[in-house]
T-cell receptor, first 115, second 119 residues
Framework: DQQVKQNSPSLSVQEGRISILNCDYT??????FLWYKKYPAEGPTFLIS?????DKNEDGRFTVFLNKSAKHLSLHIVPSQPGDSAVYFC??????????????FGKGTLLTVNP | NAGVMQNPRHLVRRRGQEARLRCSPM?????VYWYRQLPEEGLKFMVY????????ESGMPKERFSAEFPKEGPSILRIQQVVRGDSAAYFC?????????????????FGEGSWLTVV
């Protein structure tokens, strides 16, 4: 039962263009969403997050959009750089039964930014 | 990732042996979480511990797996009688306080992981 889905296993974009990574969720109890970046053989690194009371959060080149009615969020990277090449995980946190410390991750999307 | 130390980074065990994975949280952090990433999967929550207490072990397999976070020393994830299906990356994370509804995403930090291979 996958509650957080990243349907694109991989994405390839040209340097300087926009990268759009998508994420869908099914659990309506999720109220906080995070994006992590992960290089091979390393741990996930927090990138950006958004609370369910917002529909957009921006941090430099990274913007996360949340569409609660569609249970969909996306991460936009503009402009994309070769150093952005990594696996990006979408994660969600809820407030169900006090377990708001538990992150539920998607399977990840491998982003490749070509020079 | 700076600060959360996991060791060993790579561990090879034969079926039936025991695996012990250690995690030292960031300085000042008293909350530890273990996640497992199976091949081609996302990270899955296993257990949440505070010093000397297991808060939530709902993600731990019922048998062979145990975790502790003693008063002194690192948190340890122990897997007894390992099987091939235990081969995975095990990530530890820590936070200074328990994650609450208002906690922002940048208050939990992951280590670099321990890769267990069972042969």
């Amino acid at each position: 039962d996958q509650q957080v889905k990243q349907n694109s296993p991989s994405l390839s974009v040209q340097e300087g263009r926009i990268s759009i990574l998508n994420c869908d969720y099914t659990n309506s109890m999720f109220d906080y969403f995070l994006w992590y970046k992960k290089y091979p053989a390393e741990g996930p690194t927090f990138l950006i997050s958004i609370s369910s009371i917002k529909d957009k959060n921006e941090d430099g080149r990274f913007t996360v959009f949340l569409n609660k009615s569609a249970k969909h969020l996306s991460l936009h990277i503009v402009p994309s750089q070769p150093g952005d090449s990594a696996v990006y995980f979408c994660a969600a946190r809820g407030n169900s039964g006090g377990s708001n410390y538990k992150l539920t991750f998607g399977k990840g999307t491998l982003l490749t930014v070509n020079p | 990732n700076a600060g959360v130390m996991q060791n060993p980074r790579h561990l090879v065990r034969r079926r039936g042996q025991e695996a012990r994975l250690r995690c030292s949280p960031m300085k000042g952090h008293s909350h530890v979480y273990w996640y497992r990433q199976l091949p081609e999967e996302g990270l899955k929550f296993m257990v949440y511990l505070q010093k000397e207490n297991i808060i939530d072990e709902s993600g731990m397999p019922k048998e062979r797996f145990s975790a502790e976070f003693p008063k002194e020393g690192p948190s340890i994830l122990r897997i007894q009688q390992v099987v091939r299906g235990d081969s995975a990356a095990y990530f530890c994370a820590s936070s200074p306080t328990g994650q609450t509804r208002g906690s922002s995403g940048n208050t939990i930090y992951f280590g670099e992981g321990s890769w267990l291979t069972v042969v």
